[in-house]
């Protein structure tokens, strides 16, 4: 955007002008002796290649001279948001030099440029003292011969830099606007990135309300497989269905695929084959809006933004304060939120930097509760809080969790003893499901998986 913006405030609009003075010079020279004028501006042309030539080599270093300043921006910004690991690994050395290896790329890049730049004014300036010697040569024949006298000559010979200067301005300019050219092609590269989830077009479905005694929140994931790379698939065949109001839980190992559901279930990615239903209606006919209006997720890393705790509530909606307290007393966040300096006015700074991991999840309750969402989502929602806090917030979940349709994800297996159905996951793949005791009973992968954590308490 900066070198675009150059391409104004450095005046390179004022090639107009020096292509104007370009043509006045030639005509004015053609009007006063032709043989001369004709040398001159047949020397125009070699000119105009080599300068063509060295814009071209100029552009492509330029274009490589800003990709390695991007690769040199992300990197310093990584390493200002990872210090601590920087620090706690000693990897200070290491990145540095790392660092200084991708600025080395960079300053070589940028000294092509240097040189293709320099190369074009150079190569004028002395194309341009050639050019007097040829007028000087040339003329002094004329002038000998008879045709020219010496006051014409001393014009041409003025004419030959006033030639030549309004050329050397088009460079620089040209330069400058190769340089925006360059900043072009990498902002529209990123603009015409496809957007890859879009909704469709046409008429879009809407969810129903549930109405009273008409509950609504089924989901239906039919035959869903999935990868985030096309030959790696994550999600293999799932096939399961979600009453209204039902509350599951979704275990099992690392890995397993269990927040990938989460994101397909959002639409933050799309399945490769298979397709899921909320309430009957495939997800791909609802406008986003309208999915992610019904569906309230509370992830493992909350994100905050700068600004007041209330306002990272509301997240931009219009709810007024006493909606966003009975909220937060909802989800029993009031106390802590209460302890806060300034309660529900006091500034948050940068992605929370001022809260600690389980203080940012239970602001993400009170997130959820305000909006008041008919699907319930929980991605390892309490991994952060201590045993107590957990205990005050599953109080408070079970009445949040009324009349929704709930999924949790939790490893720690205590925590979702209560729900209606467990599904097990492993590599992607449902291997079980069923009631606590069920699972139990059947001995399979949720069995041992539960016993290894009784073993671990005790
Ligand atoms: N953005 C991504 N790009 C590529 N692969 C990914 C991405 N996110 C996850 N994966 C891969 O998909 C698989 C499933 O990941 P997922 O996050 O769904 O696991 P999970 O069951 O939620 O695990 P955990 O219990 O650790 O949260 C993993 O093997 C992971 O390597
Ligand atoms: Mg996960």
């Known amino acids: 955007m900066e070198a675009l913006g150059d391409v104004f405030s450095t005046g390179a609009i004022g090639i107009v002008s020096d292509l104007f003075s370009l043509i006045t010079v030639i005509v004015m020279m053609f009007l006063l002796q032709w043989q001369l004028a004709l040398l001159l501006t047949v020397m125009l042309l070699p000119v105009t290649a080599l300068m063509v030539f060295f814009q071209q080599r ?12 991007s690769k ?40 092509k440029t240097i040189f293709h730049d320099s190369a074009i004014s150079a190569t004028l300036e002395w194309i341009s003292l050639g050019a007097t010697a040829g007028v000087l040569y040339a003329g002094s024949l004329l002038v000998l011969r008879g045709p020219l006298d010496l006051g014409q000559l001393a014009a041409f010979i003025l004419f030959a830099q006033r030639l030549f200067e309004p050329l050397r301005q088009l460079a620089e300019k040209f330069t400058s606007i190769q340089a925006g050219l360059t900043a072009v092609e990498r902002i529209s590269d990123l603009l015409n990135e496809p957007v890859e989830i879009q909704d469709r077009l046409g008429t879009l479905a809407t969810l129903p309300q549930s109405t009273s005694g008409h509950q609504r929140g089924s989901i239906q994931f039919e035959d869903v497989w999935f990868g985030y790379k096309p030959s790696e698939f994550v999600l293999k065949g799932l096939n399961f269905s979600i009453a209204p109001g039902e509350k599951i839980a979704l275990v099992g190992p690392t890995g397993a695929g269990k927040s990938s559901i989460i994101r397909l279930l959002c639409r933050l990615y799309e399945p490769s084959r298979g397709r899921i239903l909320i309430d ?23 994100f905050l933004f700068a600004g007041d705790v209330k306002s990272n509530i509301a997240l931009g909606e219009s709810y007024d304060f006493e909606q966003i307290r009975a909220a937060s007393e909802q989800t029993n966040v009031a106390g802590f939120i209460e302890q806060l300096p300034d309660g529900y006015n006091t500034e948050l700074r940068q992605r929370g930097a ?68 467990i599904l097990v996951l492993r590599q992607g793949q449902l291997v079980e499901s069923g009631s606590h005791a069920a699972l139990l009973a059947a001995n399979g992968l949720y069995a041992s998986l539960y016993k290894l954590q009784l073993l671990g308490v005790a």
């Not at 100029?58 to 300043?69: F, G, I, P, S, T």
């Open 58 to 69: 100029y552009r492509k270093a330029n274009y490589r001279a800003r990709e390695e300043l």
């Open 72 to 111: 040199l921006n992300s990197m310093l910004q990584e390493n200002v948001v990872g210090i601590n690991v920087v620090q706690l690994f000693r990897r200070e050395r290491f990145n540095s030099e790392v660092f200084r290896a991708t600025n080395q790329k960079y300053i070589k890049e940028v000294d």
């Open 280 to 302: 009957g209606v495939d997800i791909r006919d609802l406008p986003q809006q309208e999915l992610r209006r019904h569906i309230g997720v509370i992830l493992q890393d909350g």
């Open 354 to 421: 001022n809260l600690s991991g389980g203080q940012k999840q239970l602001l993400a309750f009170a997130r959820v509760a305000v909006r008041n969402p008919q699907l319930l989502v929980l991605d390892e929602a309490t991994s952060n809080l201590d045993v107590g806090t957990e205990a005050d917030i599953q109080i408070a979940l079970e009445q949040l969790l009324e009349q929704r349709t709930a999924i949790i994800i939790a490893h720690r297996l205590s925590t979702i003893r209560n729900v209606d159905r």
